[in-house]
């Protein structure tokens, strides 16, 4: 949803780079062509930074524990997307 809103561009279905390589190696091409800097260029590099963080889920990949989970998720994520939206309003 994020990475729509910086594309202004509806998904109907996860999309794909290629029909012809595997689900991993398309999300690594979606990231190397969003999010290599077009995606920052039009919403800025915090809002990349949490399109990233969602996409590849790096941030939470080996948290177990649901509370844990969802304060990293509250801190990178929610928090820096409230930073912008803070800021929007100031602007």
Not at 3 to 13: G, N, S, V
Not at 46 to 70: E, H, K, M, P, W
Request: charge should be negative; hydrophobic fraction near 40%; proline fraction near 3%.
């Amino acid at each position: 949803m994020l990475l729509e809103i910086a594309l202004w561009k509806a998904f109907d279905r996860y999309p794909r780079y290629k029909d012809t390589i595997s689900l991993p190696e398309n999300l690594n091409r979606i990231v190397r062509l969003y999010l290599s800097g077009y995606v920052a260029h039009y919403v800025g590099n915090d809002y990349q930074s949490v399109v990233r963080t969602c996409l590849l889920g790096n941030a939470v990949s080996d948290i177990v524990d649901d509370a844990d989970f969802q304060q990293c998720v509250y801190n990178v994520v929610i928090e820096p997307l409230k930073r912008l939206a803070t800021k929007c309003d100031r602007d």
